[in-house]
């Protein structure tokens, strides 16, 4: 099956700073989502990004098929990003999607 | 539904016990997904169904764990004889494949073990 490996696992910002996640796939996929698992544990969706470049307000996301990654961005990161950040991704329309280890960040006042 | 619903939120069982998680999903998706999570560590697959195929169960970690899903709809999780590895939160997914397959997950149920 796709492996999936993300990148940093962890990441301490100060409010106000920007990041970039990064999320490397073994295989190619053509179905590929970012989401959120805020402190409380729901996972929220933010990007359904198969290919290309996608942005809502703070975030951005690219996905370069060919290459087989993708990265989330976080500009003026709040207090509030805080969380786990999670790709997960399959290569055909229906079947499991595999998830990454996911990325923890921290953002401090 | 609005979302997709997950029952119990909480499930606190005694060892040896069979414990049963319920998931309601989005109106019209035809996907199904359990995933289960557990503390500090990511989503690990445990069986997916879609429409009238076969159920992909790859993922059940033993043969304690079955699910089924009844009329295409409400899918429920049965865990038999429960074991203290066994906690975890327990989360639902459901995607519309006549659409862009996108997963949307309920807020979970968190069973424990004693």
């Known amino acids: 099956g796709i492996q999936v490996e993300q990148s940093p696992p962890d990441l301490i910002l100060q409010e106000g700073a920007n990041s970039t996640l990064r999320c490397n796939f073994s295989?190619?996929?053509?179905?590929l989502q970012w989401f959120h698992q805020n402190p409380w544990g729901q996972l929220i969706n933010l990007f359904y990004i198969p290919s290309g470049t996608k942005q809502n307000g703070r975030l951005s996301a690219t996905t370069v098929a060919t290459e087989r990654y993708s990265l989330l961005y976080i500009s003026s990161s709040q207090t509030t990003d805080s969380g786990v950040y999670f790709c997960a991704g399959r290569n055909t329309n229906a079947g499991k999607s595999t998830f990454g280890d996911g990325t923890t960040l921290t953002v401090k006042p | 539904g609005a979302g997709v619903s997950q029952s119990p939120s909480n499930k606190v069982t005694e060892k040896g016990k069979d414990v049963e998680l319920r998931c309601d999903p989005i109106?019209?998706?035809?996907?199904l997904y359990w995933y289960r999570q557990s503390l500090g560590q990511g989503l690990e697959f445990l069986i997916y169904?879609?429409?009238?195929?076969?159920?992909?169960k790859s993922g059940l970690p033993s043969d304690r764990f079955s699910a089924e899903r009844t009329g295409g709809s409400v899918s429920t999780l049965t865990i038999q004889r429960t074991q203290q590895e066994d906690s975890a939160v327990y989360l639902c997914?459901?995607?519309?494949?006549?659409?862009?397959?996108?997963?949307?997950f309920g807020e979970g149920s968190r069973l424990t073990v004693l």
């Open positions: 169904f879609q429409g009238n195929s076969a159920p992909d």
């Open positions: 295989d190619s996929v053509n179905n």
């Open positions: 997914a459901s995607s519309n494949l006549r659409g862009s397959g996108e997963l949307f």
């Open positions: 109106s019209g998706h035809t996907a």
